[in-house]
Structure formats: structure tokens, C-alpha cells
């Protein structure tokens, strides 16, 4: 039997894949292509509507992707090459999966054909999708690309967003396909009913101490400022996950409190509480299990009631709720206050967040993976200008510099400040050449103190007791230090190091004056 010929004049499958793409509202691609995806670069190039951004490894790629979706609510396509380039991206995926956050992954693979002969980058590439996917498919020929393409897209929009992984087998993208699909009707987010508003407000009404736990679009605009009179009229708590995907922070936005790390302390934080409403968040679990420490965060007693499932419109039901209890006082919004300037001294982790807050224009995006460092001095920005704050919430590290990446394409007229721990830095610092290429106002500080910091702490926290020099060498990644200015001069980003609070002060306030991409050493 012999093989079709490749598409000549009319249209290929990778056209019909990227014309779908495209007419499905998908405009940018994260890419780090291969052979098996040089169609699909054809495409690209022949075909407007769609920005290619080069990322020189694959946790780039899948994190900006994230960090675009977090910004904009709507989907990136990614471009990975087979399993193994899939494989690189697959932790910023699980990240991307946790937020969830809408994304398109199309991913090569061999032709049909050459799939028996185990070459050398033959791999199950489904295997590799599945476990960060909420959607796989492999297109069979080149005439089902267009419409798989359109369900991709549309099982990547459904509420809450879903991370779709479509496959396409070389041949599938070369050979003749039909024409475009036009786009398919997105599910969601799906209304909230009046009985889950009634429960609520029964809860409200019994009196007890009640706390919502808000993810996702509730802690954003309309949301916030609906749970803020909910918060005024009955005395409710306002909390948040430790970690967040995209909270509203600031001068004039609704506060909300975040859920401390450790099991102990977040235990202590709810205790009392009656009734937990959740609206788009689960019910809170510990980051990780400690001997003889619960998983479960509710405290005993508490009712958990769920007001909106993450696919819901919370938005929707914490306004029908505050129209249901007579909520119409606004909430209390936190001042404008940026954090005074530390003292001159050698640079301190909360001089770090003082500077930053101090500076931060109206406006701008923090992209927050300063792990140890940041999280005791995260309070320090309640009162600094408005911005959004991103937080790593897969648990996977190496996410903060694509996700300011990612965010910097979505919002070019928004300053974006990566506050970014070096040791998490290193998984992903391919990041600040992409930040170079495309000229992106970001501006990155380095907490360089040269250790897995976090991991020492936690010697203790799960009861090893002392630890000798051999285990304390898994956590020093000083000796040799890493420079962060070459690093970054050497991916073309203007770098500077500082070793003192006026110093860093200098440098960070310039960097807010300037655009494109700066990074800042703050030695710790
Ligand atoms: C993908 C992945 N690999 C490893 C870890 C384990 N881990 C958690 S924090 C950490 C070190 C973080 O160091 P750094 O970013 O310098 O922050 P610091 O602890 O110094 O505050 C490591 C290796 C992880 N969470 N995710």
C-alpha cells in the first residue's frame, strides 16, 4: 500500500490545526519546536494571527503558558517536541494543572508510519500527557486535526480551564486535511443554585464564627469586593490558600488572610471557626504530612459547606449572597501604605520585600517564588500600590520566572516584578532569555542566599533531628556561589548585584523607571 503524498496547494493539517487555533481565539504559542513539528512551524510562519515565543527548555514553555492563562483567562498553545520534550514540561504542567488554568498542548510525534521502528525518540507521549492533562487525543489522520484542534480548545476553556494535550503524529500535520473548524461552545462557569446561596446564608444566620476559603476568581474584582460587604456585615473571615494562583493585593483591594504553612499553625488560625465556606477551593489540606500531624486543615467541629465549585461562577454566588443577607456596606479596603525603606545595612529578606513594596507602581504583577524568604514578609505588600500577586501553587519549583514570563506577554503595559529564590530560579533561568528576545518589562530580584533554605528548616519540622555534614550539603548551593549577573548578562538581561539595602533600593527604583528586563543579585 503506498503512502499519500504530502499536501501540496491546498491546505496541510498543521494549517488546518493553527487557521483552528487561531479562529478559536488561541494567539500565542510557546514553542520549543523539533523536526517532527516543522509543519506546524510552516504554519506559523505562513499564517498570521498567532505569536510564536521561543523558550530554550520546555519548564519555560508550559509555565509561561500558565502565567499568560492566569493573566488573560484564556489559553496559550504550547509546542513540545514527542514525549521527551513534553517531559521537560511536564512539572510546570502540574503546576499549571493545580491552578488549573486553560492551556492548549500540542505535542509531536513520529508519522504514523515510522511508529513501529522504535526510533530513537519513539515514547508513549500519551503516557507522559495524561497524568497533567484533563484531555488527551491523538489525532488518527490529517483530516481530524481542525476538529480535534477545536476540542482541544474547547476542553481547555471549559470552567474552570483545563490543561488539553493534543498529539499529532507527523504525517498528521503534513498530509492534506479538509479546511479550519470553527469554534465550539465553551461550558461554564456554571451558575450557582439557590440552595447552596440558602445554606450559606443559614450558616451566616445560626451566628457561629463562619470563614470563607476563596481560590480562583473570588479573590479577584467584583468577587472580593462582594465577600468584603459579606465580611462587613456579619464579622466572617476572609481567608486564602497559603499558596495562590492570582490574588488582587493592595491599596484600596479587599484584605484577605492567608492560610499559615505549617499544620500546627493553621490549625490554631481556623480554630473556633463553625463553617468553612468554601468558594472555589477545596477544603484546606497541609502542604506535606508530618509524623503525627493531620493532613486535614478543618478544624474539629467545623463544618466545611461548599457555596461554588471551582467550576462555578463564585463571582455570581458571593453577590447573590450579599444581596441575600442585605450586604450593601463596603467592605474595608486596606490603605494606600507602601512599606517604609529599610535602614542601610547588609540586604535582609524583609529589606527585599520593604524595597519592592515601596516601589511597586500602580498596577504591576509580582510573580512570587521567594520560597523561605518572602513568605514571613508577605504582609509588608497589604498596603503597597494595587497589583496581582502570583503565587506557586503546584508545589513544583521552577515556576516563577516562566509564569513572570508568561504574564509579561499577557500584560505588556503592566510592570511585572519576578521576587524570585535562587535555588528555584536555576530550574528555569532559560526564562530570562525569552525575556530578552521578546524585550519584556520584567524585572527580577535574585534572593541569592546561596541555600535550599526551606529544606533546612524542615530537617526539624519532620523530626530528623541534627543532620551531619554530608545531609547539609544537599542543602547548600553556595561553593561554588552562582553568579546571577553573568547569568543573566549572558542571556542578554542588564543585570546588577547588591549587597546593600541602598544599593538594592537604587537599583530596584531604577528598574521601576525603566522598561524591559533587569535583574537585581540581592545577596542574602
Ligand atoms: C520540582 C521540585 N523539585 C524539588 C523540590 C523540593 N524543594 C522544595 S523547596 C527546594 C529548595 C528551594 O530553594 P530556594 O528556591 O533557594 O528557596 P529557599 O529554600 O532558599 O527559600 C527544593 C529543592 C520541589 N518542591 N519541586
New binding site residues.
Given amino acids: 500500500m503506498h503512502q499519500p503524498l504530502p499536501a501540496t496547494n491546498s491546505m496541510n493539517g498543521a494549517e488546518s490545526l493553527v487557521r483552528t487555533l487561531v479562529a478559536s481565539g488561541v494567539e500565542v504559542c510557546f514553542a520549543n519546536p523539533g523536526t517532527s513539528e516543522m509543519h506546524f512551524v510552516g504554519a506559523l510562519d505562513r499564517i498570521e494571527g498567532m505569536r510564536p515565543v521561543l523558550g530554550l527548555f520546555e519548564g519555560v514553555v508550559t509555565g509561561a503558558a500558565d502565567g499568560y492563562a492566569r493573566m488573560t483567562g484564556k489559553p496559550a498553545a504550547t509546542l513540545l517536541h514527542l514525549g521527551p520534550g513534553l517531559a521537560n514540561g511536564l512539572?510546570n504542567l502540574h503546576n499549571a494543572r493545580k491552578v488549573p488554568v486553560p492551556m492548549v498542548n500540542i505535542i509531536g510525534d513520529h508519522a504514523s508510519a515510522h511508529q513501529g521502528f522504535d526510533a530513537p525518540l519513539t515514547s508513549d507521549v500519551a503516557a507522559f500527557a495524561r497524568p497533567v492533562s484533563h484531555w488527551v487525543h491523538s489525532s488518527p489522520n490529517a483530516r481530524s486535526v481542525a476538529a480535534d484542534a477545536a476540542r482541544a480548545v474547547q476542553a481547555a476553556r471549559n470552567a474552570p480551564g483545563q490543561i488539553a494535550s493534543l498529539i499529532l503524529p507527523a504525517d498528521t500535520a503534513w498530509l492534506a486535511a479538509d479546511r479550519p473548524a470553527a469554534p465550539l461552545p465553551v461550558l461554564g462557569p456554571a451558575p450557582v443554585s439557590d440552595s447552596a446561596v440558602a445554606q450559606s446564608v443559614a450558616a451566616l444566620k445560626a451566628g457561629g464564627p463562619v470563614a470563607f476559603l476563596l481560590r480562583g476568581e473570588a479573590l479577584r474584582g467584583r468577587a472580593l469586593t462582594a465577600a468584603g460587604r459579606i465580611a462587613a456585615k456579619t464579622g466572617a473571615r476572609l481567608i486564602c490558600d497559603t499558596f495562590v494562583p492570582r490574588v488582587e493585593r493592595g491599596a484600596g483591594r479587599i484584605r484577605v488572610e492567608r492560610l499559615p504553612y505549617r499544620p500546627g499553625p493553621a490549625l490554631e488560625f481556623l480554630e473556633g471557626t463553625q463553617t468553612l465556606i468554601l468558594v472555589g477551593a477545596q477544603a484546606p489540606i497541609a502542604f506535606f504530612a508530618y509524623p503525627g500531624q493531620p493532613s486535614e486543615l478543618t478544624p474539629p467541629g467545623c463544618r466545611p459547606l461548599v457555596l461554588a465549585f471551582p467550576h462555578e461562577d463564585g463571582t455570581g454566588a458571593l453577590e447573590a449572597l450579599a444581596e441575600a443577607i442585605g450586604a450593601t456596606t463596603p467592605g474595608k479596603a486596606s490603605a494606600h501604605a507602601p512599606p517604609a525603606l529599610p535602614a542601610d545595612g547588609p540586604v535582609t529578606a524583609e529589606g527585599i520585600m520593604r524595597i519592592a513594596g515601596h516601589f511597586l507602581p500602580e498596577n504591576a504583577i509580582i510573580s512570587d517564588e521567594?520560597?523561605?524568604?518572602g513568605f514571613p514578609f508577605y504582609p509588608l505588600n497589604e498596603t503597597a500600590a494595587p497589583h496581582d500577586s502570583l503565587q506557586l501553587s503546584g508545589?513544583?519549583?521552577?515556576d516563577g520566572m516562566p509564569v513572570a514570563t508568561g504574564a509579561a506577554i499577557a500584560c505588556p503595559d503592566r510592570k511585572v516584578v519576578s521576587l524570585q529564590?535562587?535555588?528555584?530560579?536555576m530550574?528555569t533561568l532559560q526564562s530570562l532569555w525569552t525575556q530578552a528576545r521578546e524585550k519584556l518589562d520584567v524585572t527580577t530580584v535574585i534572593?541569592a542566599?546561596r541555600?535550599?533554605?526551606?529544606?533546612m528548616d524542615e530537617v526539624a519540622g519532620v523530626g530528623l533531628g541534627r543532620i551531619g555534614p554530608r545531609g547539609q550539603s544537599m542543602f547548600d548551593?553556595g561553593n561554588p556561589d552562582l553568579d546571577w549577573v553573568k547569568l543573566a548578562e549572558g542571556m542578554g538581561v542588564e543585570a546588577v548585584r547588591a549587597e546593600s539595602h541602598a544599593a538594592l533600593a537604587a537599583a530596584f527604583k531604577a528598574a521601576m523607571g525603566q522598561r524591559g528586563p533587569r535583574l537585581i543579585e540581592a545577596v542574602l
Avoid at 521567594?370 to 524568604?373: A, R
Avoid at 508545589?395 to 521552577?398: E, L, N, P, R
Wanted: no cysteine; glycine share 14%.
Fill in positions: 512539572a521567594t520560597i523561605s524568604s508545589g513544583a519549583i521552577g529564590a535562587d535555588g528555584s530560579a530550574y534572593y542566599n541555600a535550599y533554605k526551606v529544606l548551593i
